[in-house]
């Protein structure tokens, strides 16, 4: 089983940055961040290999945001500049227990919000 924590969300100005965390127990394979909008589905916004040699980025938050794990940690970052309103999500942060399939473990969420 893996247990992941959210954190570093907040209340920013359009154009500003934040700094999502994600602190894993247990052992985790890829990682990855969704987001979801009231009345919105969940969708893919970043995801990293266990090693960091492949990041992958939804064409909506390229050039903006940036994924980044600490293996020494067991955390995933995810660093977001240039905030538009749209970005105004509940962020979750996702995980997989093995080198292939889907994500099966989430985490709690952690709200993000850019005012205009």
């Known amino acids: 089983q893996v247990h992941l924590v959210e954190s570093g969300g907040g209340l920013v100005q359009a154009g500003g940055s934040l700094r999502l965390s994600c602190a894993a127990s247990?052992?985790?394979?890829?990682m990855g961040w969704f987001r979801q909008a009231p009345g919105k589905e969940r969708e893919f916004v970043a995801s990293?290999?266990?090693?960091?040699?492949?990041?992958v980025y939804a064409d909506s938050v390229q050039g903006r945001f940036t994924i980044s794990r600490d293996n020494t940690k067991n955390t995933v970052y995810l660093q977001m500049n240039s905030l538009k309103p749209e970005d105004t999500a509940v962020y979750y942060c996702?995980?997989?227990?093995?080198?292939?399939?889907?994500?099966?473990?989430w985490g709690q969420g952690t709200q993000v919000t850019v005012s205009s």
């Open positions: 996702a995980a997989r227990d093995s080198p292939i399939g889907s994500f099966n473990y």
């Open positions: 247990g052992s985790s394979y890829r």
């Open positions: 990293i290999s266990w090693s960091s040699s492949n990041t």
